[in-house]
């Protein structure tokens, strides 16, 4: 492909200034977190304006060009990163960062696409407010690549993920056409959602420039408790407990074995145990309320007290101030990266129905018992959306690569214990490139040739982020 | 087109008395509430499993035959009637009834599509659930109809639409293959949500079997106040108000006209003024809890002594017990009804964001007022999700049939306002065929086109449910 004549015309749409060619500009654009991928583009573009996306994609669409959309580039999947074939160009949303309104007697807020999600919270907190989308990436993710990956994040519970936060979105097709959708409407039955296929789209049909959200009264009151239990089995037990009598007071509810907490008391600035003795398995339980006369502490006694009544739960603790009750969740938070010292782990982002997590739990651990005798599941997560981080580090001493060659297999193995319990391959971070060739095992050929179809009809040239998803 | 061959055949897949070709066989399935249609049809089939919807449509799409999907025949817009050509068949969901599986724990239910929503809502109740979703015609309304057009209803501030209540469907699509996409997944991110699409699509995209629905706790703990307020900009003052002390625990905020409440008291059975004075504006609000802890009552009486202090509240009734609760919605649910023997009545539903619904008011009751001098507006409703049945009573004294001879007109000049607020023209009601002709002056051009390039998609021949929506 030539490049300079293409380059020439971005560079008279958007400035010179936002066309990079040179290596060092494009390097933060070209990898991502896991390492995974090594991206080659013959140029990242960096438009102002939804105006100036919809000049490109025009172009682009017109000269058979390939684009690749680019939020934060936190994506796990690799969708983000051109191929190396090196004839897809980087379209990167950061400099549409406008707060556009923000309505809080309306709980409403519409902001561009490049918007930090960090960034997005605090100007809900700003007004009052709560926009309860919450990651581990928050500081660099931004709202567009939230929408189109439909990010979870520990929020879920009671708020929904990405997709229940939106209201309206404005996108420019894959043709360069704008479609301004935004709309901050509750109710509105006029057609079909087609915002709905944009999130969780993953940037295939259209690239989202800004988008109405939803905004939340704030909580004021927050209790959070640390509880060892003995197995999954008594965590989901408490589970249903806790939805019944708290219901959208239940804003958290995380499962972690013993042995993930351990890693974090050995690699984890800060860690304590909470708890005096060892517990097999943990909750994290949290439970908020936007009014301060909710008696929360009371209703987490209860809600406990019974659990140990009857022999679900074998000790708690209670955060006594905020402070605490962040420290509950920076064991929780870390249960990731405290991995890393401990050799290999490999992963899997997946979701059963929330009351089968105890059994796909028992067979998956024995499972990846008998693939890589010691082995060490470090299953975490989710439990209340039935979304587990099922990670496995390396038996001590193993060769860490030998371990990482069997990635796949293991995979395979998992997912199909997943598959038995009609649950997701993905619970969270989308298919992108990395998953791709396991869709045609997970969904039905009708469902997949709708998907087709769907791209073909918003796509026909197929250039926009082609080979994500399908 | 010859009816007796294809008679036949359905008979032989879904037996002859499933199959009505009488008039009074069919009479049911032709006339609607509003009487605006009279269908007409060769048969109406009544399928009784999924795949005998199946195999019905796999048939009737080989050999170009018209299909108009039926729930509960609740619909307000006349989808569900077979045009007066004669040459659309009727597919009754009706016998599709079965409660598939119900999982308490999980806080998930599976049924199909025939089952009737007050059914739903009681099998929820018998494993001490909530099923949220409440409407008037909720005796006969069967759930897959509320999930093809969306419902609303009262319960949407806490709960959400219909949409936030779907995990998952069942559907046979146009061609009579079937896709099987039931899952109680709270999280998965494997592709497009390819039934964002059927939800609301109205059964123009594929008709649905079969659903897996959310399930909540059931409140334990409610209150409500029948409220006197001097008008709309009060009553978004309280919604904000309550809202941000409440939040999840505001579960309705329904404002209503004096003249709405007058006409309650003069033509409700059982209806009484539930304040001692007479006030311009009411404002009908409920708290609920699903924790017998909560202090709801002080929470409601917290709310209205700060909006009294602030003048917004000249009056309040708080409900001593669920029987006066009662008395407050029925009040709420008839104001409809007492409608009727005042005259005619030129309908609108529409909604705008909630915080321009007091701007709205002002502008559209001035301008109805200008355009029939001496009519009645009675716009009353879901103030908190911005959604108002602005409907206005004719002059007393005036021609019932020349004040409704106005209707489009006045519809025109009401949508018009709509428009200038962002808002919808059809907030619950959905498009059918009554609103189709209006979608192109409330959508741009290219959302129109991907709308029919996702029709064409779905349904190649264009024969399944033709000319609604689009």
């Not at 490049?3 to 494009?26: C, K, M, W, Y």
């Not at 980087?90 to 490049?114: H, M, Y």
């Not at 009598?245 to 995380?254: C, K, Y």
């Not at 974090?264 to 060892?278: M, N, T, Y």
Request: proline content about 6%; glycine content about 10%; aromatic content about 6%.
């Amino acid at each position: 492909m030539e490049s300079s004549p293409h380059a020439e015309r971005f560079a008279e749409l958007i400035g010179a200034a936002n066309v990079l060619t040179s290596p060092d500009d494009q390097a933060p654009y070209l990898t991502e977190w896991r390492d995974l991928y090594q991206g080659v583009t013959p140029m990242v573009l960096r438009p102002g304006t939804t105006e100036e996306v919809g000049a490109v994609m025009t172009y682009a669409y017109s000269h058979g060009l390939k684009i690749v959309p680019q939020g934060g580039n936190t994506g796990l999947v690799g969708g983000q990163i051109p191929q190396e074939t090196g004839d897809e160009i980087v379209l990167s949303l950061a400099r549409l960062n406008k707060i556009r309104s923000v309505d809080p007697a309306g709980f409403t807020i519409t902001v561009e696409a490049g918007v930090v999600l960090e960034t997005l919270q605090n100007e809900a907190e700003k007004v009052d407010r709560l926009f309860p989308l919450a990651l581990g990436a928050q500081g660099s993710c931004q709202i567009g690549g939230n929408i189109s990956t439909n990010a979870g994040g520990t929020a879920v519970l009671a708020y929904g993920n990405t997709r229940d936060l939106v209201l309206g979105l404005e996108v420019v097709l894959p043709t360069g056409e704008i479609w301004n959708g935004l709309r901050t409407l509750r109710k509105d039955n006029t057609g079909y959602d087609l915002k709905q296929l944009f999130i969780g789209g993953e940037g295939t049909l259209g690239i989202i420039t800004a988008a109405s959200l939803k905004l939340f009264a704030k909580p004021k009151k927050l209790e959070a408790a640390f509880i060892g239990l003995p197995d999954p089995h008594a965590a989901l037990k408490l589970f249903t407990m806790a939805k019944t009598q708290a219901g959208p007071v239940l804003t958290g509810f995380e499962i972690m074995p013993r042995v993930g907490v351990e890693f974090c008391l050995r690699h984890l600035e800060g860690a304590r145990d909470p708890l005096e003795s060892e517990h097999a398995w943990y909750v994290l339980m949290e439970l908020a309320s936007g009014s301060d006369a909710f008696p929360v502490r009371d209703l987490m006694e209860s809600i406990l007290g019974e659990a140990f009544e009857e022999g679900l739960v074998e000790d708690a603790a209670f955060a006594q101030n905020l402070t605490q009750v962040q420290d509950f969740w920076h064991i929780r938070h870390g249960m990731s990266e405290v991995q890393k010292p401990e050799g290999g782990s490999i992963k899997h982002d997946v979701s059963v129905p929330v009351a089968s997590v105890p059994d796909f739990l028992d067979r998956a651990i024995a499972a990846v018992d008998a693939f890589a005798p010691g082995c060490r599941p470090v299953p975490f997560g989710h439990m209340g959306d039935g979304n587990i981080h099922f990670n496995v580090s390396q038996p001590v001493g193993a060769d860490k690569q030998e371990y990482l060659a069997r990635w796949d297999e293991m995979n395979a193995l998992v997912h199909g214990i997943v598959r038995e319990f009609g649950g997701s391959i993905s619970a969270e971070h989308g298919i992108g490139r990395l998953k791709r060739d396991l869709l045609k095992d997970v969904k039905q050929p009708i469902e997949l040739e709708l998907m087709q179809r769907v791209k073909a009809a918003f796509d026909p040239k197929g250039l926009l982020n082609p080979g994500r998803i399908l």
